[in-house]
């Protein structure tokens, strides 16, 4: 079976960091291109971050840009959002998700919840 | 960047009635377009990828078309369980987006 198993959330201060993972299961990882996605309490759906099976090709939101890094380690199916200087607005569900060939998301973890508040 | 403009933001729509929900993108993105389903308290679920191609387990009243820039998501006989946000992705070109959802009610 196909899973993803986000975790690393938690409460954090403005201006403080955080690491989220996210554990792959049930399918060959590296030949996946992987994203991160939140979603604000009662909100929508945001793009956050995007990495290509070999960290050759990486993107961000313009939200997060220059203070998020997103990573992986193939050996270990695992992909990492590195969240620095935390706001109150990036308080939200992060949700990681798989890439498909025709670049739809499927499946999705079932999210790791950050909260931003001193 | 490229936006996506969901209608309408929210309906009330009664068993067994056709829904139809589009999906405006601000410039074309040829059919790199996608429809999840989000249930309260649970994490989105592929409905529909690249527009109009169906997806392993989900009910085939489900159905979607368009390209470029105009596209339909169609919910054939709606049933109780379909009551869920609905929210169309777009994967052209960095940064990814998604549309602000629409709300289907079930009276």
């Known amino acids: 079976e196909v899973q993803l198993v986000e975790s690393g959330g938690g409460l954090v201060q403005p201006g403080r960091s955080l690491r989220l993972s996210c554990a792959a299961s049930?399918?060959?990882?590296?030949?996946?291109?992987m994203h991160w996605v939140r979603q604000a309490p009662g909100k929508g759906l945001e793009w956050v971050s995007g990495?290509?099976?070999?960290?050759?090709?990486?993107g961000y939101a313009d939200s997060v840009k220059g203070r998020f890094t997103i990573s992986r380690d193939n050996a270990k199916n695992s992909l990492y959002l590195q969240m620095n200087s935390l706001r109150a607005e990036d308080m939200a569900l992060y949700y990681c998700?798989?890439?498909?060939?025709?670049?739809?998301?499927?499946?999705w973890g079932q999210g790791t919840l950050v909260t931003v508040s001193s | 960047e490229i936006v996506l403009t969901q209608s309408p933001d929210f309906q009330s729509v009664t068993p067994k009635e056709k829904v139809t929900i589009t999906c405006r993108a601000s410039?074309?993105?040829?059919?790199?377009l996608h429809w999840y389903q989000q249930k309260p308290d649970q994490s989105p679920q592929l409905l529909i990828k690249y527009a109009s191609q169906s997806i392993s387990g989900v009910p085939s009243r489900f159905s979607g078309s368009g390209s470029g820039t105009d596209f339909t998501l169609t919910i054939n006989s709606l049933e109780a369980e379909d009551a869920a946000t609905y929210y169309c992705h777009q994967s052209s070109s960095l940064p990814y987006s998604f549309g602000q959802g629409t709300k289907l009610e079930i009276k």
């Open positions: 998700a798989r890439s498909g060939y025709l670049k739809e998301f499927d499946p």
């Open positions: 049930g399918f060959t990882f590296d030949d996946y291109a």
């Open positions: 410039q074309s993105i040829g059919s790199s």
């Open positions: 990495i290509s099976w070999n960290s050759g090709s990486i």
